[in-house]
């Protein structure tokens, strides 16, 4: 048996966590997302620039997107144009239709929508490709290789998005106005001139640059989400299974909290 004279002082153990376990984490990652965004703007301007990659990455986001966004700028028009008809029609107020379709699509619709599907195809897609490659360690012999993995994965594929997502916008605008016209057209005989004149002149320069900026600001957040889950994943398969469906359910939530920011700022702009 071991006794402990007075002058012996206990030995204190040192803490395993700085506040707890679960806040630890959570600032280590916010960290780390925050190194990994300061590292994409660092790696974005020092040469050599990766042009045929993030090219090939655009046709990748871009082109192969337009079926899907095709076919849902164009329901879109016509549900949103069908709901809105029996309200104004109670006051009489059909002839205000074409205004207030092209303002819900410019301004909310577009946009938001735009990014949902970016989210659900482009974020699961950078995020399962990264992911196993990250697994498969091809990002470890790009490495060795002399290649800068960085740059060409993730700089490529978060410039891609961010320069597609608005044409995307842009697009699906487009789509999605001609759909509300073809349904009142077909139910209020309005001609496409007529149609078109009263879209144009109920919307605003300020209205279209805002959904540009917000539709750029999605698509940064999309690749950013993708490229960093997939970069970061582990666990084999399992690990790309998980970074692709985080990659869509955080791109997700952080566009819906963008949305409502940016919402209150260019109300107050406006």
Known sequence: MKFHTNDEKPVRRPRAHVLSRKMDRVFTELYSIASFIGRFFKEVFLPPYEFKEIIRQCFEIGVKSLPLISLTGFIIGIVFMNQSRPSLAEFGATSWLPSLVSLAIVRALAPLVTALIGAGRIGSMIGAELGSMKVTEQIEAMEVSATNPFK???VSRVLATTF?????????MLVALLGAFLNVNANEGTSFT????????AITFLDIFSSVIKSALFGFTIGVVGCYKGYHSSKGTEGV????????????????????????????LR
């Open 152 to 154: 060409f994965l993730v």
């Open 194 to 201: 007529t149609y078109f004149t009263q879209v144009f002149d």
């Open 241 to 268: 299974g998980k970074a692709a469906n985080s990659s869509v359910v955080t791109a997700m939530f952080l566009v819906f909290i963008e949305e409502l920011l940016s919402l209150q700022i260019i109300t107050a």
């Open 164 to 172: 597609m997502i608005p044409a995307l916008m842009m697009y699906t």
